[in-house]
């Protein structure tokens, strides 16, 4: 290092001056180094959990997003199912208001034809009377004549 004379004082203060300023450099430099190493380390660390934290939220996010797609499908195939089952519906109960105005007009006819019928009955009964009665005229008169003869 550096020699320092006896004879010399103001050199040999000087001289320690500047082997003080270079010791305290080198000491400066090897900390800023040591603390650039470590503040670069946990730079990286840092940046490496975010990362982490980064791909794990992606994951996350792309697992809801395919959950969300398979619900949308699921809905999508619901909303069919229900469509065909209102156009059924709707089909069905066409059918059965149809079949409810023919039931009815039925119900009329059945009614109209069972007035036919009693009608018919009593026409009947009162022709069967006149033809009683004119079979007894007819046996009155044929006795008549039997008698005449």
């Known amino acids: 290092m550096f020699l320092i004379r ?5 050199a040999s ?6 082997a003080i300023c270079k010791a305290i450099e080198i000491s ?3 900390v800023w180094t040591a603390a650039s190493k470590l503040a670069m380390a946990s730079a990286e660390t840092v940046r ?6 980064i791909d794990a939220a992606s994951v996350e996010r792309d697992e809801a997003l395919a959950e969300i ?5 699921r809905m999508a195939d619901k909303d069919k199912t229900i469509e065909l089952a209102q156009s059924e519906l709707s089909k069905e109960r066409a059918q059965s208001a ?4 023919d039931n009815a007009a039925l119900a009329v006819r059945v009614d109209d034809r069972g007035e036919k019928i009693k009608s018919l009955k ?6 069967r009377a006149d033809n009683k009665a004119l079979q007894g005229g ?3 008169i044929a006795r008549l004549a039997s008698k005449k003869d």
């Open 6 to 10: 006896l004879g010399a004082p103001l």
């Open 13 to 18: 203060s000087r001289l320690i001056r500047l």
């Open 28 to 30: 400066l430099g090897q």
């Open 48 to 53: 490496q959990e975010a990362q982490a934290a």
């Open 69 to 73: 797609n398979r619900l949308e499908e």
């Open 98 to 101: 149809k079949q409810a105005s």
């Open 122 to 127: 009593a026409e009947l009964k009162e022709a």
């Open 138 to 140: 007819l046996v009155e």
